[in-house]
């Protein structure tokens, strides 16, 4: 009896395991297809500066737009991209969209917009990174200038040395580099130090807190001064409310990106809204 229950067990472990294998394998699949039939597109979220409540750049955030309809975030396609070995296709396709976008946007006076791209950690060690991201530059044109790749804190630590190498190689292609969730990971202070970033990128984690929390305020202030001392640019992610803004007025100059001002967008919306847009963006 008791054996006979115990294969039942195992037969419904074992069939459950098949059901879970091959809706992977089918994912898997279904995420191969999405990048031969551009359903990876580009989302842009705008950088504000808070003065002028004008937009000047803008982050690139990887959306699956699937057949039906159905939008899938990349913390859910990113990761399973990294393991299947689909990351570094995925990533230069998302690189050359962003740059072909950036390159139609609309020229200002004040300061032209740029463009932020996100790195997985294994795009940061392929050996190849500086060659393709060369080549997608000069094949859209985009200037160099305009472009800033985020990298991880995790990927800026990973071998110090290495790290330092492949950055100062971008750098000198004349990209800016950022380093984004900034305060998540571990990182030595002592090593930003010889990072040759222009921009940090607070992680929304600290801002959430940031008008209820005194503990949550002193950490963001120390980062600014860190980055001030630096004379490193801060973008601060995750900016939902007019308080949290406020708050962040008096601690230092930084950029803005989060809902007050406006969600990710898909790319012809935020074209629209840069071209219809001399005034200052409106708030969403
Ligand atoms: P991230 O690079 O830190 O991007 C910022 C994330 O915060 C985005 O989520 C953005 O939509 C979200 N966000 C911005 N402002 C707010 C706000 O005010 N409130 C809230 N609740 N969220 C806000 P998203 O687009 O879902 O992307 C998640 C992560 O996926 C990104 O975090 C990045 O790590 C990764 N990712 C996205 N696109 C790519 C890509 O093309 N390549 C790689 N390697 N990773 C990507
Ligand atoms: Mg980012
Ligand atoms: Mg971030
Ligand atoms: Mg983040």
Known sequence: QAKQAGRGVYRFFRDELNAVNQSRLKI???????LENNEIHVWFQPKVDPLSERIVGAEALARWVTANNEIISPDKFIPLAEEIGLILPLGRHVL?????????????EEGELSVS??????????PNLVA??????????LPPARLELEITESAAMMDAQ???????QLRNLGIQIAIDDFGTGYSSLSHLRHFPVQ?????????????TDERSASIVASMFHLANALEIKVVVEGVETREQLD???PIGDALIQGYLFSAPQAAHDFSRVLHNMDAPVGRA
Do not use: M, Y
């Open 96 to 108: 050359r969209q962003a740059c072909e976008q950036a390159v139609g946007w609309p020229q200002r």
């Open 199 to 211: 921009t940090l990128k607070i992680d929304r984690s600290f801002i959430r807190h940031l008008t």
């Open 28 to 34: 898997e699949a279904d995420l191969r297809r999405a």
């Open 162 to 168: 290495k790290a330092r190498e492949i950055v100062e």
């Open 132 to 141: 393709s991201v060369s080549e997608i530059l000069d094949q859209t044109g």
């Open 247 to 249: 708050k962040l007025g």
């Open 117 to 126: 791209v996100n790195l997985s950690i294994k795009q940061f060690k392929d």
